[in-house]
C-alpha cells in the first residue's frame, strides 16, 4: 500500500485574504485556531515572516511535546504562506530531515476568502517504516488521516475567529 503524501481542506472564510494572509503569516498566531500548535519563536513577534526566515513551533499532543524548526518558503500577501518542516526535538529541533510541509493558499471568491491548509509529507522512509511510526504518534492512525482532521478543526476554527462579532485582532 503506497501511503498517501498530501491532504488538503478549503472553507470560504468571511474576510479579506490580505488580512487573514497577515496572521497567518505570522506563526505566533496558530495557537489560536490549532489544537496541536502551542505557539512559535520567530525572529520578530507580531509581523508576518517572509521567505527564507526561520521559526522554531512549539506542539503538544497527549502528553507528548515537540519543537519543530521551520523556514517559511513562500510569503506572498493575501495569495500563499508556506514553510517546511525541517528539524524536530523533544527540548530543541536538533533531528535534521525532511519532514513536512504546510501551506495555506488564499483566494477570493464569492463570500469572502478560500483558504486551503495542505500537509504534504516529505519524509523518505518507507511506507511500512511511515506507517508504524504514524500510527504510534497518532493513537493508530496515519499521519495523512489524522492531518486530514486536524485541517479540517483548523480551517473550522480559523472561520469561527475570522468570523465572530467580537474580534478584536
Do not use: H
Not at 53 to 74: H, L, Q, S, Y
Not at 120 to 143: E, M
Amino acid at each position: 500500500m503506497t501511503r498517501e503524501m498530501q491532504v488538503s481542506d478549503s472553507v470560504v472564510i468571511d474576510a479579506d485574504a490580505e488580512t487573514i494572509w497577515a496572521q497567518v503569516a505570522d506563526p505566533t498566531q496558530m495557537p489560536r485556531w490549532s489544537r496541536e500548535n502551542t505557539g512559535a519563536t520567530t525572529p520578530e513577534a507580531g509581523r508576518p515572516l517572509t521567505v527564507d526566515e526561520r521559526f522554531d513551533g512549539t506542539n503538544k499532543r497527549g502528553r507528548a511535546r515537540w519543537i519543530t524548526g521551520c523556514v517559511v518558503t513562500a510569503s506572498e500577501p493575501g495569495q500563499r504562506f508556506a514553510f517546511d518542516v525541517r528539524k524536530i526535538g523533544a527540548r530543541t529541533p536538533r533531528v535534521k530531515g525532511r519532514i513536512a510541509t504546510w501551506a495555506y493558499d488564499f483566494e477570493t471568491v464569492e463570500g469572502g476568502t478560500r483558504v486551503t491548509e495542505t500537509w504534504t509529507d516529505q519524509r523518505t522512509w518507507p511506507d511500512w517504516a511511515a506507517a508504524a511510526f504514524d500510527r504510534t504518534v497518532t493513537g493508530g492512525q496515519l499521519f495523512a488521516d489524522f492531518q486530514r482532521r486536524n485541517i479540517r478543526r483548523t480551517l473550522a476554527a480559523m472561520k469561527a475567529d475570522f468570523e465572530s462579532t467580537d474580534r478584536t485582532s
